[in-house]
């Protein structure tokens, strides 16, 4: 155990830094050896022994769902399975089928998977008011406790406020058992956070938008026990594993404290976002979240390394950036086809006038030395997360997430355009870092 993950959770506590009364309705986790023969004392508590369905897809149901339904079934439980074919996307489509597929008198759900098969049930979840059990198979990413779903709408990419699972349980061996990548994608997207805090501190700083501290101390001492454990998690070793497995489930927290995913979701995650929506419309098989991200946070890192060199008095925008959104329709027509007008909202949200960007201009350069503090004790240096990335065996080039350098040009320069969030990549536009500096960015990358 990295910390003792259970005085968070099922309760509600306030936050003495900003004030906030925050409730966590995950009421219990238990990663530990042979937990699942032990599921349904667990879950007879409140539950009386019911109706549950158990979804799993054609692997995790061997590597576990078999093992949930039997278990449940010893227990007198009536279960019925749902076994969902592979390949699988988080897409509303995948969201509505599973609804149909459930049955009308279930009374507790089991989400055996891992990111997909927990972004479909925890939607269902929350439109049928049905509760589930989150069921880990690999400690790949971490949204399992979150209170969001991040779902394919139509080819646009949306985080929905959904209900967190009710408890999570999981075996040592299980996700030790998964792929390797998937534990190097889950550590990468634990570091999300190093971006996406200086994201959130900067953005309440610039637009007072509300900022609590707590998500980040929550991950800082698991955060302490990893970093001796780099090697270990590239060896798939189950104490490891299961510890980043505690992480993402107290980074998920976080969100649920905060109330959206903004703790672990800044820049690199609208980068990974983008790349995903660019896959999948054009039938390719994205690579993993956490795999994505972790370029995508090198990348915000960077960024970040630029804007630390230079100098308020040079800062100024490229006249594009003035134009009215209403003036780019064509550009964004072109660009993204189908979703232009729900991205073009987006980015309308955070549009800002000539005059509204020299007032966020002097407000940065007003705490321009509280934000080099920032930043320079929250993130660590891009030459950091990339040695953190290889000792895990992740991706640190796009070709290794199936995404060309071309692509990734694209993507700093318009990621940013899907989500009205602030983040990094808005900063580096409003001082004109970009788009002038993207050669750059691509080049302190290594990649060009
Ligand atoms: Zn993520």
Not at 344 to 368: I, P
């Amino acid at each position: 155990m990295v910390s003792e993950i259970g005085r968070f959770l099922g309760r509600k506590w306030k936050c003495e830094r900003c004030g906030q009364e925050h409730f966590v309705p995950t009421k219990w986790t238990n990663i530990s050896r042979n937990s699942l023969s032990s599921l349904p004392n667990l879950v007879n508590q409140d539950k009386g022994g019911q109706f549950a369905v158990v979804v799993s897809d054609e692997v995790t149901w061997k590597v576990a769902g078999e093992k949930v339904a039997n278990s449940l079934k010893g227990a007198g439980w009536q279960v019925n399975e749902i076994l969902l074919p592979l390949p699988l996307h988080a897409t509303d489509e995948a969201a509505k089928k599973l609804l149909n597929l459930y049955p009308s008198n279930v009374s507790l759900a089991f989400a055996v998977g891992s990111g997909t098969i927990n972004d479909l049930v925890k939607w269902v979840a929350t439109q049928l008011k049905v509760p589930y059990i989150a069921i880990p198979t690999a400690a790949s990413m971490n949204g399992y406790t979150s209170p969001i779903s991040a779902l394919l709408i139509q080819g646009f990419k949306r985080t929905q406020p959904c209900q967190p699972p009710e408890g999570v349980l999981t075996e040592p061996e299980i996700v030790a058992s998964a792929p390797q990548e998937m534990t190097a994608a889950g550590y990468a997207d634990l570091m999300s956070k190093t971006v996406a805090d200086v994201d959130w501190q900067i953005s309440n700083l610039l637009w007072g938008e509300h900022y609590c501290p707590l998500p980040r101390k929550l991950v800082a001492e698991a955060d302490d026990w990893l970093q001796n454990r780099l090697t270990d998690l590239s060896r798939n070793e189950p104490e490891a594993v299961s510890g980043l497995l505690e992480a993402l489930l107290l980074s998920g927290i976080g969100m649920t404290i905060a109330g959206s995913s903004t703790p672990s979701s800044g820049a690199e995650h609208l980068i990974s976002h983008w790349l995903e929506m660019k896959a999948i419309s054009e039938g390719k098989e994205p690579a993993l979240h956490g795999l994505q991200v972790g370029i995508g946070t090198l990348v915000a890192l960077t960024v970040y390394e630029m804007l630390l060199e230079t100098e308020p008095s040079d800062w100024r925008p490229t006249e594009n950036e003035l134009l009215n959104p209403d003036e780019r329709k064509t550009e964004f027509e072109s660009r993204y086809g189908a979703i232009a007008e729900r991205v073009l909202s987006e980015f309308s949200a955070k549009w800002l006038s000539r005059e509204r960007a020299n007032e966020a201009r002097q407000r940065l350069k007003e705490n321009w030395e509280r934000i080099r503090e920032i930043v320079t004790s929250t993130w660590v240096t891009p030459e950091v997360h990339r040695q953190r990335l290889t000792t895990i065996k992740a991706a640190t080039h796009p070709k290794e997430i199936g995404a060309s350098v071309d692509e990734l040009y694209e993507a700093i320069l318009h990621a940013r355009e899907i989500r009205r969030r602030w983040t990094v990549l808005d900063t580096a536009y409003l001082v004109g870092l970009l788009p002038d500096q993207v050669d750059q960015i691509l080049k302190r990358c290594g990649w060009a």
